[in-house]
């Protein structure tokens, strides 16, 4: 990614915090993407586990980087655990533990496993959790 690409970035991603670091984040998942698979089409062509696997150990990317990038990107039928989900899940009394692993299962358990219905909940989910 070119310099005049990343100040772009950089600009877009602002509002997120940490732009600097992610804008580097970002630029190290494309590298990566396009030294190994030339394309991001080619890199999903894996399965999911092979992809998720690869994700993780790039610096920055953590479970709900990657799953985002899996269930919106791909398409993968993984479901998205992040602090509004975490929130949503306390409000409803949902469950008692809140780690990500065992939040994930609950959702993907009691979903049909649709990456549709996946997107759509997660999204309501946000829209509950963001201030009116």
């Known amino acids: 990614m070119g310099k005049k690409n990343r100040k772009l970035l950089e600009k877009l991603i602002r509002p997120s915090g940490f732009y600097k670091q992610k804008a580097e984040n970002i630029s190290r998942l494309c590298e990566f993407i396009v030294e190994n698979y030339k394309s ?23 479970p709900e980087t990657a799953d985002s990038i899996l269930l919106y990107v791909g398409e993968f039928p993984i479901f998205v655990i992040d602090e509004y989900t ?20 609950l959702f993907q358990q009691n979903l049909p496993n649709d990456v549709k219905v ?4 997660h999204a309501m989910i946000v829209l509950e959790g963001k201030p009116r």
């Open 118 to 121: 996946y997107q759509d909940f």
């Open 86 to 105: 975490r929130r949503f899940v306390k409000k409803h009394n949902l469950a008692n533990k809140l780690s990500y692993d065992y939040l994930q299962q």
């Open 40 to 62: 991001l089409e080619k890199f999903l062509k894996q399965d999911l586990e092979s992809c998720r696997r690869q994700l993780l150990k790039l610096p920055g990317v953590g």
